[in-house]
């Protein structure tokens, strides 16, 4: 049987509203934490416009605030992967005093992207749990990719189990997971123009 994006859809789907029907996951090691209150959003009249930090990767991350600002953003989307303005192995430190620096200019930041793939990674959850606890609502995880699975029905199905585990964890910290979607293709700069 032929794997098509809409069966991977469809499980995650399954995956999701099975999560939902679960208890949260427990507090890990250092126990639960009582999530920070969430401030109510800023009223606004249109859509929010936020920009993806990355883009900015020269910028310090305790500039990128008044960057954006200055630029006419409303928010960020705050990297935490590797290679970003927050390293996930840093995140402990780093993590807290980049979403301060960014919404102490007056922006919001609604979405962080992370790398995080699995509910087991120790920097996933306290990536989570730091967001969660700071307020924001939702994390983008990073890639799963098939390799060279010589079964593509198996590698669907850890995959599957991956993204339940991630969004129970993700559950736990009050964080929901936004679950991107590729097509593979990457993007070259054409030659000669």
Known sequence: MA?????????????????AQQQPAPGVA????????????KPRTRPAVCLYSQHLIKVEYEAVGMVLRDLGF???????????????????????????????VGLDVPIISTSVVS????????????AGFMGIGLFRPGYWKYGNAPDLEARL???QRE?????SVGRAYNVAMAVHNSNGIQWAPRSGT
């Open 3 to 19: 794997i098509t994006r809409r069966g991977i859809l469809a499980g995650m789907a399954a995956a999701a509203a099975g999560a």
């Open 30 to 41: 250092d126990g639960p934490r009582t999530p920070r209150p969430r401030t109510p959003p």
């Open 74 to 104: 409303d928010g960020c989307d705050l990297a935490v992967v590797p290679g970003s303005h927050i390293a996930p192995e840093q995140a402990g430190s780093d993590l807290m005093r980049g979403i301060e620096a960014i919404s102490g």
């Open 119 to 130: 509910g087991n990674d120790p920097n996933g959850r306290q990536i989570l749990g730091i």
């Open 157 to 159: 199905v850890e995959v």
């Open 163 to 167: 993204i339940l585990g991630l969004a």
